[in-house]
């Protein structure tokens, strides 16, 4: 994933839904104190960025945020996590978050993990 530098906003990876783009674009003073946040956060342990992506994971299915999810699938199977990590990690959730959400999570983990494989990311 090769990120995108917009002159007046943080360092986009290329694929983010045009919607973060879009807002981004119009406050990227928002943006770039969110990507701070974001990198301050990563650097503040010693939590490996797999398992970051995991955790991230867990909090969106948590959330129910469907792209910022898939997003997380994405750049966790990009740090090396297995297709049985990635399940693991949605089972997980499974009695917190309640069945119906844990089976769209996994839903859209294997549909994103499809979409990644044929477009051969």
């Known amino acids: 994933m090769t990120p995108k530098s917009d002159k007046s ?32 956060v990563d650097a503040a342990g010693p939590v490996d960025p797999k398992t970051r992506e995991l955790i991230k994971m867990g909090i969106c299915m948590g959330a129910g945020l469907e792209s910022a999810f898939r997003s997380h699938v994405r750049r966790a199977a990009a740090h090396g996590a297995t297709l049985a990590e990635i399940e693991q990690t949605i089972l997980m959730a499974m009695n917190t978050v309640g069945f119906p959400r844990t089976v769209a999570a996994w839903q859209w983990a294997l549909q994103q993990m499809q979409r990644d494989s044929t477009e051969g990311t």
Do not use: S, W
């Not at 943080?10 to 928002?30: D, S």
């Open 9 to 40: 906003g943080p360092t986009l990876p290329e694929k983010v839904p045009a919607t973060f783009k879009e807002f981004i674009r119009k406050f990227p003073a928002l943006g770039n104190a969110h990507e701070n946040i974001a990198r301050a």
